[in-house]
Antibody, heavy 115, light 112 residues
Framework: EVQLLESGGDLVQPGGSLRLSCAAS????????MNWVRQAPGKGLEWVST????????LYADSVKGRFTISRDNSKNTLYLHMNGLRVEDAAVYYC????????WGQGTLVTVSS | DVVMTQSPLSLPVTLGQPASISCRSS???????????LNWFQQRPGQSPRRLIY???KRDSGVPDRFSGSGSGTDFTLKISRVEAEDVGVYYC?????????FGQGTKVEIK
């Protein structure tokens, strides 16, 4: 069974930084593209970023390009999202999801951006 | 960007009755490999999203057969043949043909 467990969400001030992690199990991690998708409180789903299995392909939503960096450590079966220059509008539950078609999702981690 | 438009945004249904959600894309979702990457997700209250349907009409493992997807090009539909109480939640379509990936606004299904 595929399991994805996000962590790292926290309360951070505007302009601050945060690193989210997603620990994966039950899948061939290095063969799987991985994604971050976010959901602001009471809102819909927004795709944030995708990384290919080897890490050689990375894609970003315009809203986070230049501020967020997606990465992975295939030796640890872990996906990361490095978030810099956080804005109030980045506040959301962040989900990691497996493969190009978002087949499996984690339970999410909450990022709050407030002074 | 491909704009995904769902309707209705709210869908009150009677238990045991059918339900249908429409999703339209601003561009064709047919990819160069011939596949159409249109997915449907269910998000029950307080839970994370779960994929129900991929490539328009393929049901994920464990998804009841009362859920079905159909459509082509820019026009797609999710149908629930007989709504059950556990189907309450928000349903999203998402296109995975073009970058950036985009979701519909969501359709909230509730019991009358």
């Amino acid at each position: 069974e595929v399991q994805l467990l996000e962590s790292g969400g926290d309360l951070v001030q505007p302009g601050g930084s945060l690193r989210l992690s997603c620990a994966a199990s039950g899948l061939s991690f290095s063969s799987s593209a991985m994604n971050w998708v976010r959901q602001a409180p009471g809102k819909g789903l927004e795709w944030v970023s995708t990384i290919g299995g080897s890490g050689n392909v990375t894609l970003y939503a315009d809203s986070v390009k230049g501020r967020f960096t997606i990465s992975r450590d295939n030796s640890k079966n872990t996906l990361y999202l490095h978030m810099n220059g956080l804005r109030v509008e980045d506040a959301a539950v962040y989900y990691c999801a497996r493969d190009w078609q978002l087949a499996n999702w984690g339970q999410g981690t909450l990022v709050t951006v407030s002074s | 960007d491909v704009v995904m438009t769902q309707s209705p945004l709210s869908l009150p249904v009677t238990l045991g009755q059918p339900a249908s959600i429409s999703c339209r894309s601003s561009q064709s979702l047919v990819y160069s490999d011939g596949n159409t990457y249109l997915n449907w997700f269910q998000q029950r209250p307080g839970q994370s999203p779960r994929r129900l349907i991929y490539k328009v009409s393929k049901r994920d493992s464990g998804v009841p057969d009362r859920f079905s997807g159909s459509g082509s090009g820019t026009d797609f539909t999710l149908k629930i043949s007989r709504v059950e109480a556990e189907d309450v939640g928000v349903y999203y379509c998402m296109q995975a043909t073009r970058w950036p990936r985009t979701f519909g606004q969501g359709t909230k299904v509730e019991i009358k």
